[in-house]
């Protein structure tokens, strides 16, 4: 059982990193400023790669937690 929780876990990872490259890799310099006012709301393929971001970090957190049981 660690050795598939293990494996999903790396499989997981490799995924997670290729979102977050995925979506810094539009960014400018008037994106990064969390503080600015511009109010950019994400639309089409920017917000299915946002929620798919945040659903594989769930995915990998409740994975990691499982692990830790098991």
């Known amino acids: 059982m660690n050795i598939v929780l293990s ?3 790396i499989i997981l990872s ?3 990193s290729t ?3 995925l979506q810094a890799q539009g960014r400018n310099e ?3 400023n ?3 006012s511009s ?3 994400k ?3 920017e917000k299915m790669m946002f929620n798919l971001t945040i659903f594989i970090t769930l ?3 409740i994975s990691s937690i499982a692990q830790l049981t098991y």
């Open 7 to 9: 494996t999903i876990q």
């Open 14 to 16: 490799l995924i997670l």
């Open 19 to 21: 979102l977050i490259f």
């Open 30 to 32: 008037n994106n990064s």
């Open 34 to 36: 969390i503080l600015s």
């Open 39 to 41: 109010g950019s709301e």
């Open 43 to 45: 639309r089409g393929w």
């Open 59 to 61: 995915l990998f957190l």
